[in-house]
């Protein structure tokens, strides 16, 4: 099995060479003292990390998975040990608030950092992972006596954090939880109900766990302008900011995956729990989208993650697996068969694993960058673009970058062959745990809703030409260069069909809404395809500049150019696929009866 290697240099491309991260930071008053020095520094300590403590239990932990005897959850062999060290670093306070224990550093930098966790073990890294929201929704609308409470803990990785959100009958449906909060003469509220799929709801890593529950209050109205929002501990703090009593809610089973096995995802019975109410009576889910952007990030993340490692494998055996000759002539005359490598249908899967590996890093660490402005830009007007931008983006990202990441995780599989489908390789537990990531923080389908629906037509394009104007500028500033006529011709006349693909199905909507669900899957798809078409062309100007200037390494340079020719030429086509489908309307969708869609 192979051994997770981080891809520093890449990340490093990504955020220096492409991103200019260190002058991106210079401009945010409150990250100006993050310099590259620092920043290489970090990365290459979490590295060391991820290959040394995490990568060698990715396996074990899948294969033992984790243990539940009476609302007691069990962690696989060594994960207790890694969290503990992982806090002994400091990892989880990078880029917290120092009033509470963090280090004050930049959201993006913390993607990096969560990327190679999540590429070395993604079952581990979603214990920590999902402290992250919990702390950002305590920071944005808790009370100071709350962040007084729980940040401390929760940022130092004494304490963990969960969202206890949906319920058996409701899925994504918020609007119909059940979960009530009764109000209580000492201001609490005695929480009582079932949630389901909570990620880290129970383990052994911490001493405390910190749930983020939706619930009802009794005089709430109907649907999601009902629903409030509770901190709810597994432990009652105690004045003195320790553990207390038990509080009443337990873990009733873990369920029995089709992947991360070693994350406990848990079924959470709250009977009559303490809690208070974080935020104003029924604005939860308002509140609660602070913590899902920020998971819906770090899903996106795991797409990434998913085509990084299955490509580190699969090219790890490429290379050495022996397997027929060549066509057009032996390219190994000395061994007994090529390497697999030189085959182009072999090349193909390869390609494609690196170009959505590396093109979903720069789309999630650009993305970042903006949650950088969003929070902290010196200007109103900064943070109101970045986040009309992540707002754009996120779903993009979310559902796109999970789903290309999950075909180069088969791709992963199928450059094996046989192999590929034996455990011992490590290719199918890949496949396995990142089909997940199409499901949670929103299926595929509820962000292509999400992206065509609230953010294209609901905003009558605002945000879609917020976003094409950005590609229409880089075209033009690169329009005259011989290198870049290749990527800028197909990206302008794409940047031009965007729009006028939206008018069409705006048009048709008008008629009937549901040609907005007809043609969102597909329009989400094209605009991923697009989006990364903008960053390819993007990398492959800065590897231009740098081989023009004999900057670094020419022979990475070269291959990125070369990789974005490859996107250019044999996956950015897919868009015309994606235009036909969408042309090809509702009706051919509805017309079979559903009484009569089985016989």
């Known amino acids: 099995m192979t051994q997770y290697k981080a891809p520093l240099r890449d990340m490093q491309f990504v955020l220096h060479d492409m991103l200019n991260i260190e002058q991106h930071y210079s401009n945010i008053p409150a990250y100006a003292d993050t310099n590259r020095e620092l920043i ?40 207790k040990e890694a969290y503990g060290k992982f806090v002994e670093l400091g990892f989880g306070a990078l880029g917290a608030d ?4 963090g280090q004050g550093l930049p959201p993006s930098l913390g993607i990096a950092m969560s990327e190679m966790n999540g590429t070395a073990n ?22 100071a006596e709350q962040k007084a409470t729980y940040l401390g803990k929760l940022v130092s990785g004494e304490w963990t954090g969960t969202m206890c959100l ?35 709801g129970e383990h052994d890593m911490a001493e405390n766990i910190v749930h983020i529950v939706l619930a009802r209050l009794p005089d709430a109205p109907k649907g999601t302008k009902g629903i409030s929002l509770f901190i709810v501990p597994k432990f009652l703090p105690t004045a003195e900011g320790g553990v207390g009593a038990s509080n009443s809610v337990k873990c009733g089973s873990i369920e029995h995956k089709m992947g991360i096995k070693a994350s406990a995802t848990c079924v959470m019975n709250f009977d009559g729990a303490t809690g208070v109410l974080i935020g104003p009576p029924n604005r939860g889910l308002n509140c609660m989208f602070t913590f899902m952007n920020t998971a819906r990030i770090g899903t996106a993340l795991q797409g990434v993650c998913a085509a990084e490692g299955s490509f580190q494998g699969a090219l790890e055996y490429a290379r050495d697996r022996l397997a027929m000759r060549s066509l057009s002539g032996p390219k190994a005359p000395d061994k007994e068969a090529d390497p697999i490598i030189v085959h182009p249908a072999v090349r193909q899967m390869l390609l494609t694993q690196k170009a959505f590996a590396e093109g979903g890093r720069a789309m999630v660490y650009w993305l970042s960058s903006q949650t950088d402005l969003m929070t902290s830009a010196s200007s109103e007007e900064e943070r109101k ?18 789903e290309v990441g999950y075909e180069a995780a088969n791709h992963g599989v199928q450059v094996y062959g046989g192999h590929g489908f034996i455990r011992e390789w490590g290719m199918e537990q890949i496949v396995r745990d990142t089909r997940i990531a199409l499901l949670y923080e929103g299926t595929t389908q509820i962000q292509a809703l999400d992206l065509l629906g609230r953010k294209v037509l609901q905003t009558q394009g605002a945000m879609l030409r917020q976003f094409t104007k950005i590609v ?11 290198g870049q006529a290749e990527f800028v011709r197909e990206l302008t006349r794409l940047n031009k069909e965007w729009g006028e693909l939206t008018t069409q199905i705006g048009m048709k909507a008008m008629q009937n809404p549901d040609e907005v669900g007809a043609a969102a899957v597909d329009y989400m ?13 993007w990398m492959a100007a800065v590897a231009q500049e740098k081989l023009a200037a004999g900057e670094g390494d020419a022979a990475f340079y070269q291959a990125k150019i070369q990789t974005a020719q490859f996107y250019f030429k044999r996956i950015l086509p897919r868009t015309y696929a994606h235009v036909a489908a969408i042309q090809g309307g509702l009706e051919v969708l509805m017309q079979i009866d559903a009484d009569h869609m089985a016989f």
Request: hydrophobic share 35%; charged share 20%.
């Open 472 to 482: 229409h500028k880089f075209c033009q500033a690169h329009e005259g260069e011989a």
């Open 98 to 101: 120092p009033e509470y224990g």
């Open 40 to 79: 290489d520094s970090i990365l290459e300590t979490g590295a060391q990390f991820a290959e040394q403590e995490l990568s060698p239990i990715n396996r074990s932990g899948d294969e033992e998975g984790c243990h539940f005897n009476d609302g007691v959850v069990t962690t696989p062999k060594g994960f």
């Open 166 to 200: 949906t319920e058996s009958h409701a899925g994504s449906d918020l609007g119909l939880i059940r979960t009530r909060a009764e109000p209580q003469a000492d201001g609490t509220y005695k929480i009582t109900g079932t949630k389901i799929f909570i990620s880290a």
């Open 385 to 402: 673009a970045a986040d009309d931008l992540m707002s754009f983006l996120t779903p993009i990202a979310k559902a796109f970058l999970t």
């Open 122 to 143: 993604w079952s581990w890294s979603m214990y920590p992972g999902l402290s992250h929201g919990a702390v950002n929704t305590i920071e944005a609308h808790g009370s």
């Open 525 to 537: 798809m094209y605009a991923g395809y697009v989006t990364m078409a903008y960053l390819w062309a």
